[in-house]
T-cell receptor, first 115, second 118 residues
Framework: AQTVTQSQPEMSVQEAETVTLSCTYDTSESNYYLFWYKQPPSRQMILVIRQEAYKQQNATENRFSVNFQKAAKSFSLKISDSQLGDTAMYFCAFMKPTSGSRLTFGEGTQLTVNP | GAVVSQHPSRVICKSGTSVKIECRSLDFQATTMFWYRQFPKKSLMLMATSNEGSKATYEQGVEKDKFLINHASLTLSTLTVTSAHPEDSSFYIC??????????????FGPGTRLTVL
């Protein structure tokens, strides 16, 4: 079974600065997807970024980028130029394509952006 | 596009009654829908996976007779909490996977339903 670990329950950052959230996972699969989801106080789950394991290039979406280290089974999220609206719970998630799109979530990291 | 709605957003019921939560994919057909439960400041816990026209697959430890799931159409899945007890109080979230969207196998999430059992 796959496991996803987020070792930082809480983090804070000053507005406009950069912060990195950590995520590690354990799997014996070679083909899989990794995701970062954001859950703001409204509790609506929002997809931030996705990474296909077979792609070596790290995914980027505007201010959000990942550092995907397949051998180390690490998938960290970097948020640049942090904004107050980035304050949310962030979940790292793993999906095996053959699992019918079942997601395995990490425990989450509560990020607070301070003005 | 890819909007998922849930109804109701909040519900309060008395212990012993049943509550139905609806999950709808508004602009796509969802062959697979998922139901999650989330406790405050905790992660999402998958309860069950439902495929249109077939019985739901429940995760270990989830009582299928208590949490009835019906996925009768490609746009609607329902979760019925039967004989609700205060310990069933939680935030329930559904998500849907499109039959037509295979890029990244993305799930689209509903806004959630807060259930309070008195």
């Amino acid at each position: 079974a796959q496991t996803v670990t987020q070792s930082q329950p809480e983090m804070s950052v000053q507005e406009a600065e950069t912060v990195t959230l950590s995520c590690t996972y354990d799997t014996s699969e070679s083909n899989y997807y990794l995701f970062w989801y954001k859950q703001p106080p409204s509790r609506q789950m929002i997809l931030v970024i996705r990474q296909e394991a077979y792609k070596q290039q790290n995914a980027t979406e505007n201010r959000f980028s990942v550092n995907f280290q397949k051998a180390a089974k690490s998938f960290s999220l970097k948020i640049s130029d942090s904004q107050l609206g980035d304050t949310a719970m962030y979940f790292c998630a793993f999906m095996k394509p053959t699992s019918g799109s079942r997601l395995t979530f990490g425990e989450g990291t509560q990020l607070t952006v301070n003005p | 596009g890819a909007v998922v709605s849930q109804h109701p957003s909040r519900v309060i019921c008395k212990s012993g009654t049943s509550v139905k939560i609806e999950c709808r994919s508004l602009d796509f057909q969802a062959t697979t829908m998922f139901w999650y439960r989330q406790f405050p400041k905790k992660s999402l816990m998958l309860m069950a996976t439902s495929n249109e026209g077939s019985k739901a697959t429940y995760e270990q430890g989830v009582e299928k007779d208590k949490f009835l799931i019906n996925h009768a159409s490609l746009t609607l899945s329902t979760l019925t909490v039967t004989s609700a007890h205060p310990e069933d109080s939680s935030f329930y979230i559904c998500s849907a996977r499109s039959s037509g969207r295979v890029e990244g196998n993305e799930q689209f999430f509903g806004p959630g339903t807060r259930l309070t059992v008195l």
